[in-house]
């Protein structure tokens, strides 16, 4: 019954620590590191400060033999190599291969290039700032300096997980946990422009905050004695907490954001030989927003570690899942289980509202409230109903807790069976109700065991299939990079345009292919695809908003290549297409006769994989907000790759993720029914003839050959749930994967319009339309 939980802190630690080590390797002591010095991968070298307390080089995680980390490490004699903590990656989670080296160029930047990668994969952009040296220092810090010896960039400006003794992090600027399983951290410590320090769940959760600051502060730093504050303009410490041994002689400590989302400072113990936790900012693990993940309750054992208990299960079978708590097509018999000593709160998206009542009556509010999955009644003499609609529900428990929290569950076995599904019971699908009955379970069962098992392996097929493509391409772009005449600037990979260049190889803007884009040949007639912004934005921001853009690589998105950034002028250069959009395609009767169903369904998959891999995978959370059929591109083989990702921050704009999932939605009914009048149109129609039985129906006339069946009420399913009027209900781009790839089975959704309900329509099943 209890699973221990899989990411909890202290116990998760040994093997945190010792996940990167260093096979046999030279170390150079370097007073300097002069322009030209260079590390290999295959030299197996070391710089190392000056009194040998750490060390600059290549880190291998013997779990990915071919992957290292260039980054910074403990080297203390003192310390032995497994306990040499990493305290600094460049480019945060950035890995290599082994064909990667770093060097201080000539020219005085840092460069990490990766040939296997496309060339220049991180930089510290000092390249012509009249740079001299760099220096591995003392406490550290890798510095850049000039000829005066003043510093022109810091290693401890660009924190990745770790703070040491002297570091400052200023407003804005954040440490981010490891990933875990491949998966981006969702926590993060943020120092806010209020000069308070958060840790945060995504960005909309705060599970923890350092304290109110009488007035702003702009650092936060952990001093050498053992504590950790917040500074002030004149250094003085307005907020403090100190490490159990603080003042005590400790030759090394550090603040780390662990992968359990708290935040630990730990101390070198001569005695133990070993790091030792001696302050943590959640005391109790289970306060850690989510530290159970979805449906699991965290109960903080005596040993001080949490457990991850499932309570939410609905058959006793040893192997069972954590059951979702609701049935949403379960209109019989719902019943409210009790939970005593529990909290519960929801996650996607964290929201509760509140009403003070009896616990009576919250228990019935719930039962009687459709959207509603579970409520908390806080017995503590506040009254507080606290209800949760979302199906996401995680929580903790403790003798302590005078709460009591009831789930809703549905007591009809069927609602659990596939053939509950109105469209797979009627008569007029046989391929559908002769399907053998398979195991159901809900859609927004996520994460835990199997989620991050699949997605593990399917990260790691995807890697290798991105790998190959990635490397091919890039081969053919660091080609044509050696022989361009124009000494664009490379950064991050990127090309920088002037804007006469552009006009050159666009031809004064010649052949124009859409709204603002045209056609460029590059060197050997490349074609390429220029889009002129029409943006304001100021020189740096744009730079630096490409730059992240640039750094996005996956199948199915369109690569950026380069850009132009000249007064008045913006411009980027795009991987160029040979079919053009999906949108283009589908109108022209010729083409569209070649979208043929499996097409179509892999152009499903390939918008939802890259989708997916904005919202998950990027160092930088990014969102499409404009994704359509027109920002769709096919190539020759007619695979899907979404264009103009993450342009709306060039705007400001920051959207949703449930923006994406729902113009994902109107995607896939667009594919399925080549209709694309209004949204509620076709997707109130489609539902319609899907929900009395008649899905087939929805199909575009003008595919030819089969079509899957199995594969179109997957397909409705999943674009309906995208498409619910309430987001909270929206699944994740990662379950729309799943559920297209066929490893996920999905439920029948509601309907996904807000005004009426179809109840009568579907009791009756009679045919609309
Ligand atoms: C580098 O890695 C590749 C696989 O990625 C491997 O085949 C090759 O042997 C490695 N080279 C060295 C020198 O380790
Ligand atoms: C940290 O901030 C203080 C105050 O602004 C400054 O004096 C000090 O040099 C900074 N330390 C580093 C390593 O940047």
């Given at each position: 019954m209890l699973n221990k939980c899989i990411f909890c802190g202290s116990s998760a630690l040994p093997l945190l620590l010792c996940l990167y080590f260093v096979s046999v390797l030279l170390s150079v002591v370097v007073s300097e590191i002069v322009l030209g010095s260079k590390l290999s991968v295959t030299e197996n070298k070391l710089w190392v400060s000056s009194n040998g307390d750490f060390a600059l080089g290549y880190f291998n995680n013997p779990d990915h033999p071919n992957q290292y980390i260039l980054g910074i490490r403990f080297d203390s004699d003192s310390i032995p190599v497994d306990k040499q903590v990493i305290v600094w990656v460049a480019g945060a989670e950035l890995t290599v291969s082994n064909q990667s080296y770093f060097q201080l160029t000539q020219e005085g930047g840092l460069v990490l290039f990766d040939s296997s990668n496309g060339?220049?994969?991180?930089?510290?952009?000092?390249?012509?700032?009249?740079v001299s040296s760099a220096l591995l220092q003392d406490d550290g810090n890798l510095v850049i300096l000039d000829g005066n010896k003043d510093v022109v960039w810091q290693s401890f400006d660009t924190p990745s997980d770790t703070l040491l003794p002297g570091q400052n992090l200023s407003v804005h600027k954040m440490l981010r946990a490891q990933s875990r399983s491949s998966v981006s951290s969702y926590y993060s410590l943020y120092m806010s422009e209020l000069g308070k320090l958060e840790l945060r769940w995504e960005t909309s959760v705060i599970y923890w905050v350092s304290g109110t600051p009488s007035n702003v502060s702009l650092r936060a730093s952990l001093s050498s004695n053992g504590s950790f504050q917040l500074l002030d303009e004149r250094s003085e410490a307005f907020w403090s907490v100190f490490a159990e041994d603080h003042n005590d002689n400790v030759k090394f400590r550090f603040l780390r954001l662990d992968v359990d989302g708290n935040l630990r400072v730990y101390s070198w113990d001569e005695d133990s030989v070993s790091w030792r936790?001696?302050?943590?900012?959640?005391?109790?693990?289970?306060?850690?927003?989510?530290?159970?993940?979805?449906h699991g309750v965290c109960s903080f054992g005596k040993s001080g570690l949490a457990i991850c208990k499932c309570?939410?299960?609905?058959?006793?079978?040893?192997?069972?899942?954590?059951?979702?708590?609701?049935?949403?097509?379960?209109?019989t018999r719902v019943s409210m289980v009790g939970y005593k000593h529990t909290s519960l709160y929801g996650i996607y998206p964290p929201n509760d509202s509140v009403i003070i009542t009896s616990l009576d009556s919250c228990r019935s509010l719930c039962k009687k409230?459709?959207?509603?999955t579970a409520v908390t009644y806080?017995?503590?003499?506040?009254?507080q109903c606290r209800i949760k609609k979302t199906q996401y529900i995680t929580g903790y428990i403790d003798p302590s807790l005078s709460s009591i929290s009831f789930v809703k569950t549905c007591m009809d076995p069927l609602a659990v069976l596939p053939n509950t599904s109105p469209a797979a019971a009627s008569p007029s699908s046989p391929s559908l109700s002769s399907s053998k009955p398979k195991k159901s379970y809900r859609l927004p069962i996520r994460f835990l065991i199997d989620a991050v098992l699949f997605g593990f392996c399917a990260f790691i097929v995807l890697q290798i299939a991105v790998g190959i493509w990635v490397y091919k391409w890039r081969v053919a772009i660091v080609r044509k990079q050696a022989s361009s005449p124009y000494n664009g600037l490379i950064s991050a990979g990127l090309v920088r345009w002037t804007y006469a260049e552009i006009k050159e190889v666009t031809q004064n803007f010649k052949d124009q292919l859409g709204p603002h884009s045209f056609k460029a040949l590059l060197q050997k007639n490349q074609p390429a695809l220029v889009k002129k912004l029409d943006t304001q934005i100021e020189d740096r921001r744009f730079r630096s908003i490409v730059s992240i853009i640039g750094g996005i690589s996956h199948k199915n998105l369109v690569k950026l290549e380069g850009y132009c950034c000249e007064s008045g002028h913006r411009c980027l250069v795009y991987e160029f297409l040979k079919n053009g959009s999906l949108e283009e395609f589908m109108c022209d009767l010729e083409s569209c006769k070649r979208l043929t169903w499996r097409n179509r369904m892999l152009i499903c998959l390939g918008v939802a994989k890259a989708i997916s891999y904005l919202h998950t995978e990027c160092r930088d959370f990014v969102s499409h907000g404009n994704l359509k059929c027109g920002n769709v591109m096919l190539n020759e083989n007619l695979e899907a790759k979404v264009t103009e990702?993450?342009?709306?921050k060039l705007d400001g704009i920051d959207t949703y993720a449930e923006k994406d999932v729902e113009d994902f939605g109107k995607i896939v009914l667009y594919l399925l029914s080549g209709r694309q009048s209004s949204h509620e149109d076709v997707c109130e129609w489609s539902y319609n003839k899907w929900v009395s039985g008649y899905g087939w129906r929805v199909v575009d006339k003008r595919i030819e050959g089969e079509v899957e069946f199995e594969e179109l009420e997957r397909a409705l399913r999943i674009a309906f749930w995208c498409l619910q009027f309430d987001e909270r209900m929206r699944p994740s781009m990662g379950e729309v994967v799943n559920v297209l790839e066929g490893t996920l089975t999905v439920e029948p959704p509601p309907p996904p319009f807000h005004s009426r309900t179809l109840q009568e329509d579907r009791l009756t099943g009679a045919e609309l339309a």
């Open positions: 060339g220049v994969v991180w930089t510290s952009d000092t390249s012509g700032k009249s936790s001696v302050w943590q900012a959640v005391e109790n693990q289970c306060n850690v927003f989510a530290t159970c993940g979805d309570p939410f299960r609905l058959t006793m079978e040893s192997n069972s899942k954590c059951l979702a708590p609701f049935e949403q097509s379960c209109d409230d459709p959207l509603c806080l017995n503590d003499g506040t009254a990702f993450g342009l709306q």
